[in-house]
């Protein structure tokens, strides 16, 4: 039963915004920390934000501050991604992900330390 459904992806002009959304069930929804990862063609997997369940705190790439937030919604277990003013290397496939690593509220953006990994939604922005 576990698993993380992610949607929300699509094409946008540059300046655009996309709101990214996580359905969380099973275990996953037990987890502290959870993020946001993503990989274009040819890249590795790279962190966007996480947050830390028990309080809301986040942290983002240093690529993506002011432009994105990661959010919960505990009720709905899911979790979001608002990304505003949109660019053309955000161009990727975007990873809903669970149970990263945490020291105190700090959840590490580190694809190695992922242990529940979504599909997938394609984020296209065209200039």
């Known amino acids: 039963q576990v698993q993380l459904v992610e949607s929300g992806g699509g094409s946008v002009q540059a300046g655009g915004s996309l709101r990214l959304s996580c359905s969380a069930s099973?275990?996953?929804?037990?987890?502290?920390?959870m993020g946001w990862f993503r990989q274009a063609p040819g890249k590795e997997r790279e962190g966007v934000a996480s947050i830390y369940t028990g309080d809301g705190s986040s942290y983002y790439a240093d690529s993506v501050k002011g432009r994105f937030t990661i959010s919960q919604d505990n009720a709905k277990n899911t979790m979001y991604l608002q990304m505003n003013s949109l660019k053309p290397e955000d161009t990727a496939m975007y990873y809903c992900?669970?149970?990263?690593?945490?020291?105190?509220?700090?959840?590490?953006?580190?694809?190695?330390?992922?242990?529940?990994w979504g599909q997938g939604t394609q984020v296209t922005v065209s200039s």
């Open positions: 992900a669970a149970d990263l690593f945490r020291a105190g509220r700090r959840c590490y953006l580190l694809s190695s330390s992922v242990g529940y």
């Open positions: 099973g275990y996953a929804t037990s987890t502290y920390c």
